[in-house]
């Protein structure tokens, strides 16, 4: 049997109601005064409430760049993300926006309970102590609310970061390679650990990653990009049962989606044109 | 057998040292720089009474005083003109200008001046504080700007205030810098402070070494001047030791 993308054409999107919209974004970026990037190109697609896609591409395929918009990091030069219906820039403000970065940007002079509370201080909502223990627990970190980030292992700290992530229950979690830095063992752990904790959270999820395996663990949908410019090269549903165990990740089905995504990327890395154009 | 590497890094210090002083000795009683350059020895003599040491100690706790009011003050000053410059960007580059003119005003300058203004009895400490603000300003500036990325940018995501981001991120963040900041200036704040003396406060080492040098007390003269090397260099050590408990605590 051999896996077909559910959709190859850019663009393309055929998910019915979005919770989140992101419809004709491009973004570029000037290298120097001859010299653009075009960095994503008129980028759509959709998530339903509830969904987790993920988004795996070549290096440099604006991935992260994609994130940074749906953050209210960065301003598309073209096009809009509605969130809800509303700008990134409301939702940043009413602070309902949760965001985990590959550097799990943990201050190191705080503990482990004092990280995870962070987001109560930097917003304003007054701290809600009970609500740190249990997401601790969640994370398995009860033991440790005290400790500071440099006595964590690196798998213990992006735990940390997850759960500050999620602190104020929001309504959107954006994730950039919140595993990326961390080794293969500790990392297949933590995604086992954190479908369960998306399972009973439910909160829609953006994922970005590299790493194929990880991708089609975790998402419902996971979505390809091909650089230079950025764009979507192709889109994969993932029809596996949950919880994707070691029997699902062993499973024939699953290989052969791994097998598919990872070919259409290799396609999608095929495709990727060189980096510049003319500057006006 | 022990086969641990011994460090002679402390040695060769003490050693240096030690050359050092016995150089200066040589030369001081070998008279080939003059009167003017004593032997330490002779120095030391400055010392040998009470009334002599008590002289010296009043002046030492007087000039240590004004130099780490000054240090204070400049401290508080510079962060001050830093944290509006963070929160209120339009007015960043105007205190970077005002910053930097006034530390390009010849302290000695000021001098006559803050006589007038301040009173003798003050502008040690003010003179202190001038010299001692700058490198604190520009080292809690750079801590600032260079704050790591990504916190900044969760405090974004987060809709965080400016104000907000800057108490709970970026000022702990720029504790180290701070504190490096503190340690550079603190040389500075006592020359300032005693130069501040010269400009007729009632005592002081500033006013020691001015009438040592009046009355032709050389080795009194010497003996001011280091305890003013001493005093800079105690408190440059202590700050050293809390700029390294900071980078500990505040720096991955």
């Not at chain 1, 055929?14 to 980028?43: C, I, P, W, Y």
């Not at chain 2, 960007?89 to 000021?110: N, Q, R, V, Y």
Request: charged fraction near 15%.
């Amino acid at each position: 049997m051999k896996l077909a993308p559910d959709s190859v054409v850019a663009g393309h999107q055929d998910h019915g109601v979005g919770f989140v919209e992101v419809s004709g974004v491009s973004k570029t970026f000037s290298l120097n005064r001859r010299q653009n990037l075009l960095a994503l190109d008129g980028m759509s697609f959709d998530i339903r409430k509830g969904e987790l896609v993920a988004v795996v591409g070549p290096s440099g395929c604006g991935k992260s760049t994609l994130l940074r918009i749906i953050a209210g990091l960065e301003t598309a030069d073209a096009g809009s993300v509605r969130i809800g219906g509303e700008s990134p820039a409301t939702l940043t403000r009413e602070h309902r926006l949760g965001v985990a970065f590959q550097d799990h940007a943990l201050l190191p002079w705080l503990s482990v309970g004092d990280n995870i509370a962070l987001p109560y201080r930097l917003s304003g909502v007054p701290v809600n102590r009970a609500r740190i223990a249990q997401l601790a627990a969640m994370v398995g970190l009860s033991d440790f609310l005290h400790s500071v980030p440099r006595q964590l292992s690196g798998g213990m700290r992006q735990r940390v970061s997850i759960a500050r992530a999620i602190v104020l229950d929001p309504v959107l979690l954006l994730l950039d390679e919140p595993f990326g830095a961390l080794d293969l063992v500790t990392r297949r752990a933590l995604n086992r650990e954190m479908q369960s904790l998306w399972a009973s959270l439910g909160t829609t999820t953006l994922l970005i990653t590299h790493s194929v395996e990880e991708a089609v663990q975790l998402a419902d949908r996971v979505i390809i990009m091909a650089a230079r410019p950025g764009r979507i090269h192709a889109q994969f549903n993932v029809d596996l049962p949950r919880p994707r165990d070691r029997v699902v990740t062993d499973s024939l089905a699953f290989l052969q989606i791994v097998q598919a995504v990872s070919a259409s990327l290799d396609d999608a890395s095929a495709a990727s044109g060189s980096s510049l154009e003319a500057g006006s | 057998m022990n086969t641990r590497r011994l460090d002679y890094g402390p040695l060769y210090t003490v050693f240096g040292l030690l050359a050092a002083l016995a150089a200066w000795e040589v030369i001081g009683r070998s008279g080939v720089w003059g009167e003017s350059f004593p032997a330490l020895s002779a120095i030391a003599g400055a010392y040998d009474t009470t009334i002599r040491r008590e002289l010296l100690g009043r002046a030492l706790a007087r000039t240590a005083t004004s130099a780490g009011l000054g240090l204070l003050i400049g401290a508080l000053a510079s962060l001050l003109l830093v944290s509006v410059g963070h929160l209120l960007k339009s007015l960043h580059e105007g205190i970077d200008s005002f910053a930097t003119t006034i530390h390009a005003i010849p302290t000695i300058a000021f001098g006559p001046v803050l006589i007038l203004v301040a009173g003798p009895e003050s502008t040690p400490v003010v003179l202190s504080a001038l010299a001692a603000y700058f490198p604190i300003l520009v080292a809690l500036d750079s801590g600032l700007k260079f704050a790591p990325r990504a916190p900044h940018d969760l405090a974004a995501v987060l809709g965080a205030t400016t104000l907000r981001a800057f108490v709970r991120i970026h000022f702990p963040a720029a504790i180290p810098a701070f504190v490096d900041g503190l340690r550079m200036a603190a040389p500075g704040a006592v020359i300032g402070a005693a130069l501040g003396e010269w400009f007729g406060a009632p005592r002081g080492l500033g006013v020691l070494i001015i009438s040592s040098l009046q009355n032709v007390r050389i080795p009194q003269l010497w003996a001011a001047a280091l305890l003013c090397v001493a005093c800079s260099l105690s408190a440059y050590t202590v700050l050293s030791l809390v700029h390294r408990w900071a980078h500990r605590r505040y720096v991955w």
